[in-house]
């Protein structure tokens, strides 16, 4: 019975879709995240990969299908319920979602005082524990404003680690930083993910980053999975759409003009 | 034509949904069970940044519109040899009227657009959706403080803008123009009811507080996360809590002083 709870993956979606109005983004859209595990899901933007994570987080519903959370079904969650889930999980946005009003010190220690009944002797020490693992122990005391974007992101994760969740969901994590930070971050979710026995979420289009990291990784396009397997799988999957992809290519399968009408009809004023 | 109906069909649709999204936060943030502890620290840092902050402009805009009741009123007054009277209609009309309509219009422009502005913001720089993901609920942490902030905070504002208007309508009444001193305020005192004018008043600053902050609020959660819709949001706000300040004002009075 344990043995087959650490075999079922902890985030399951089966037959997910989803449109936002008239727009659909995802169809049929089938993935899992097994425990312990980096997995990154990739592809090119505007395709809604921070959708998917607001689904598995329930912050958006899917129209159809099923979202499973270590066997609950979080579109079927009451309020509270979903709630008591989240507690179990955490998101590490794009912007670091900081807190502006708070120093770094307050901001990694607003999770634990609202959901924990710790001393604030108790709270001081994992504070600092959890700044310590993001080298910015000696930046507590500076507010949101005051740190550079990749020093808001690694206090945005020290936030995130707080209560020490079961799944971490990151956000284009690697998006903007310098390469200097985007190696502390790749490092450090690599880090976390093993030494704390977390899952990981990555969603991003640093290919050759999250690449270097991740144990599987999915490609989306066309709203849904247009490939999956391990990193060594996928850079040798022959369908074009991953190739152009892998590779950066301009112009492919993702074609590189938006759907527009003929060009010579349009200079020319005939539509 | 069709098209015409078609598209005021939709804006009644988009209205009325825009309504019941509005109960839906304002359901959300004050039902449930109540965390003191939590709460109460929160709460007085909002009282202190929506009420305390306001103190300055009600004080000053009460003490100027008091003189210049006292001013008019005696111009008008003196004509009929009733300057002794002037003490009720400074009172009345503060009491009354401009005293819980002014603070509120001030209160929109001052504090209700920096709520949505600041909420709006909360939203665009996703703070309000990473604390859903950290089991926070939004609109118990954010939304609410800041609506009892509001609500307890401008019948108060209401009443010390009264009190310094009164207060400023006897300087120039009494101080510089002359009417008797003692006449100003006895005559003041044996007119002014206590139910009638200040009870009413207070009613009336109660709902419009309500109000205000509750169409600030919700334009702030309601905004569009950019700058674009912030800026949208926070004018918003305050033309249509001052129209509705406005029109309210003139149904409670119909409803108190119209019979």
Redesign the interface.
């Known amino acids: 019975m344990n043995e087959a709870r650490h075999v079922k993956p902890l985030v399951e979606l089966s037959g997910v879709h989803f449109s936002h109005g008239e727009r659909t983004i995802y169809r049929d859209l089938n993935l899992s995240v097994p425990r312990g595990k980096v997995v990154a899901v990739m592809g090119p933007s505007g395709i809604g990969k921070t959708t998917l994570l607001?689904l598995i987080?329930g912050?958006l519903r899917p129209q159809q299908g099923d979202i499973q959370f270590d066997g609950n079904s979080i579109p079927k969650l009451s309020r509270s319920e979903l709630?008591?889930e989240?507690?179990r999980?955490?998101?590490l946005?794009?912007?670091g979602?900081?807190?502006?009003d708070m120093s770094v010190y307050d901001n990694v220690a607003?999770?634990l005082r609202?959901?924990s009944a710790l001393s604030e002797e108790l709270i001081r020490s994992i504070v600092l524990m959890k700044l310590e693992a993001v080298g910015l122990r000696g930046a507590r005391d500076l507010m949101p404003a005051e740190l550079s974007g990749g020093m808001a992101r690694r206090a945005a994760l020290a936030r995130a680690i707080a209560l020490d969740p079961e799944l971490i969901m990151y956000d284009e994590p690697f998006a903007g930083q310098d390469p200097i930070s985007m190696g502390m971050i790749v490092k450090l979710i690599k880090a976390l993910n093993d030494s704390l026995g977390l899952t990981s979420i990555v969603v991003s289009h640093d290919v050759d980053e999250v690449m270097s990291i991740a144990d599987y990784a999915y490609i989306i396009a066309e709203q849904q999975v247009v490939a999956k397997g391990t990193p060594t799988e996928l850079r040798e999957n022959d369908s074009a759409i991953v190739q152009q992809f892998l590779q950066g290519q301009a112009d492919g399968p993702v074609p590189f003009h938006y759907q527009a009408s003929d060009f010579t009809s349009d200079l020319l004023g005939e539509c | 034509m069709i098209e015409f109906i078609e598209r005021i069909g939709r804006q009644v649709i988009a209205a009325i949904s825009g309504i019941g999204y509005a109960f839906f936060i304002l359901v959300n943030a004050l039902i449930g069970k109540p965390q003191f502890r939590k709460s109460w620290p929160l709460l007085i840092q909002q009282l202190y940044v929506v009420g305390v902050l306001s103190l300055l402009i009600i004080i000053v805009s009460g003490l100027f519109i008091g003189m210049v009741l006292g001013l008019q009123g005696y111009t008008i007054l003196v004509d009929y040899g009733a300057e002794q009277s002037l003490g009720p209609m400074v009172a009345l009309s503060l009491l009354r009227e401009l005293g819980p309509v002014v603070t509120a219009l001030l209160f929109a422009g001052r504090a209700g657009s920096a709520l949505t502005a600041e909420i709006g913001l909360m939203k665009a720089t996703e703070q309000l959706s990473s604390l859903e993901m950290m089991a926070v609920d939004p609109l118990r942490r954010v939304i609410a403080p800041r609506f009892w902030a509001g609500f307890i905070s401008m019948p108060l504002l209401a009443l010390i803008f009264s009190a310094v208007g009164i207060y400023g309508g006897y300087l120039v009444g009494s101080g510089w123009l002359g009417v008797d001193k003692g006449a100003f305020w006895s005559v003041m005192q044996s007119t002014v009811d206590w139910y009638d004018d200040l009870l009413n008043g207070v009613i009336k600053s109660v709902i419009f507080a309500f109000v205000v902050t509750w169409i600030a609020l919700y334009k702030g959660y309601n905004s569009t996360p950019t700058s674009a819709g912030i800026s949208a949001a926070t004018t918003s706000t305050v033309v249509t809590a001052s129209l509705a300040v406005l029109g309210l004002d003139f149904i409670l009075t119909a409803l108190m002083f119209g019979g």
């Open positions: 607001k987080g912050q709630y008591r989240r507690e999980m955490s998101m946005f794009q912007s979602a900081l807190f502006t607003f999770p609202e959901h």
